[in-house]
Structures are given as structure tokens and as C-alpha cells.
């Protein structure tokens, strides 16, 4: 399977703490994506970070992405219970013209209050 | 914008019937992906469709099929369903003009099959 590998599966934290995820994909990306999806709805894009890029901000989210390594992690800074969702990262492969995108496995973010 | 709009948004099956979703994009986008998402097998890609041509195709059985419209609005059809077909069916569409950019959802249609 081409799915990428998500870890943690599950994290829990309280209110105002730091949450990070990591990504492991295995083949030549583009680029890489970031995208949230509360229960059972659609997917809301986060960030992407292309392949020359090694680190990347949008508000309280920071991206970082090891193309050696085929790893990126997100990082949700002062993290609020409205973060409490599944994110999920997604590959664009290299080469070709298509949208299509490789799904890892998603972590499910808990935010207590 | 209107976003990305999937009917029906639910729907209830039995085994070898057919179903057809559909999917109406951002206006001015010209790709449509449509993806599975299961609980066992995550989020699938089935097909993706631009300016009325499939661009690019999943692993998945030919019971799957899809068209696009010259409007850019797509359908997605399911023949002969089996109960392992239950799952949200999601679609997503892109301006197009750039490979593996960002894709913007719909809230998806939820299937299951009995």
C-alpha cells in the first residue's frame, strides 16, 4: 500500500498544551498537505509544504518536512478544545498531472477544557 | 464561493442495487477527486476527473465509474453494491491548472449498505 503512517494514533491533551503528529510516506512527493476533518464531515485544508521546503507557519501551526527521512510532523501550538478533530497528512506525488493525493493513516486530536 | 456541494448527503442500500452520487465543485474549478474513506482502509482515492477526461484512476473494481460534465459537476456510480461499500464517499475539487495542489472537500455522502 502506498497509505502513509501516522503516529500517534491517538493524543489527548489539556487546553493551552502543544500537539504534535508525525507522517511517514514512502514515495517521491511534490508536495505534502496537512488537513483537519471534524467527525464524520469533510476535510479542511491546513498547509502544505512543498518538497524543497524544510519548515513552514500558518498561525498556530508549524510544518516541518524531511525528505530523507519521508517524515514531516505538525505541530498545533496553545492548542484549544475547537482543535479536536482527526488530521491527516497527504502526499502529492511527483510527476504527472493529477490532484491525486496519498492519505496516512490520521491522528485523532483530543483537546480536553 | 459556494463550496464544494454532495448529494445526496445520505443514503441507505441493499446488496446488488446501484447508486449515483454527485458532486457539484467551486465554481471555476475544473478538477474533481472523488476518495472512500473507511474506518479499516482510511481515505482511498477512486478517481479524478478534468475537463471531462479521467486524469487519473485508484485501485478499485470497475464497479466504480465516474463522469464529469462539461459544468465541471461530476457523478460517481456504484453498481451491484456490496455490504464492504458502505463508507463516506468524499469529493473534492481543485482549480486544476496546477498538479497536486490544495483540494477543497465537500461534506461528503454517507453509504450504507444492508
Known amino acids: 500500500s502506498q497509505q502513509g503512517e501516522e503516529d500517534p494514533q491517538a493524543l489527548s491533551i489539556q487546553e493551552g498544551e502543544n500537539a504534535t503528529m508525525n507522517c511517514s510516506y514512502k514515495t517521491s512527493i511534490n508536495n505534502l498537505q496537512w488537513y483537519r476533518q471534524n467527525s464524520g464531515r469533510g476535510l479542511v485544508h491546513l498547509i502544505l509544504?512543498?518538497?524543497?521546503?524544510r519548515e513552514k507557519h500558518s498561525g498556530r501551526l508549524r510544518v516541518t518536512l524531511d525528505t530523507s527521512k519521508k517524515s514531516s510532523s505538525l505541530l498545533i501550538t496553545a492548542s484549544r478544545a475547537a482543535d479536536t478533530a482527526s488530521y491527516f497528512c497527504?502526499?502529492?506525488?511527483?510527476?504527472?498531472?493529477?490532484?491525486?493525493?496519498?492519505f496516512g493513516t490520521g491522528t485523532l486530536l483530543a483537546v480536553q477544557p | 464561493k459556494a463550496g464544494v456541494t454532495q448529494t445526496p448527503r445520505y443514503l441507505i442500500k441493499t446488496r446488488g442495487q446501484q447508486v449515483t452520487l454527485s458532486c457539484s465543485p467551486i465554481?471555476?474549478?475544473?478538477?474533481v477527486s472523488w476518495y472512500q474513506q473507511t474506518p479499516g482502509q482510511g481515505l482511498q482515492f477512486l478517481f479524478e476527473?478534468?475537463?471531462?477526461?479521467?486524469?487519473n484512476k485508484g485501485n478499485f473494481p470497475g464497479r466504480f465509474s465516474g463522469r464529469q460534465f462539461s459544468n465541471s459537476r461530476s457523478e460517481m456510480n456504484v453498481s451491484t453494491l456490496e455490504l464492504g461499500d458502505s463508507a463516506l464517499y468524499l469529493c473534492a475539487s481543485s482549480p486544476g491548472d496546477r498538479a497536486s495542489g490544495e483540494l477543497f472537500f465537500g461534506e461528503g455522502s454517507r453509504l450504507t449498505v444492508l
Open positions: 497527504a502526499t502529492g506525488l511527483f510527476g504527472g498531472a493529477t490532484n491525486k493525493l496519498i
Open positions: 476527473y478534468f475537463s471531462e477526461t479521467q486524469r
Open positions: 509544504i512543498r518538497s524543497n521546503e
Open positions: 465554481s471555476g474549478h475544473r478538477s
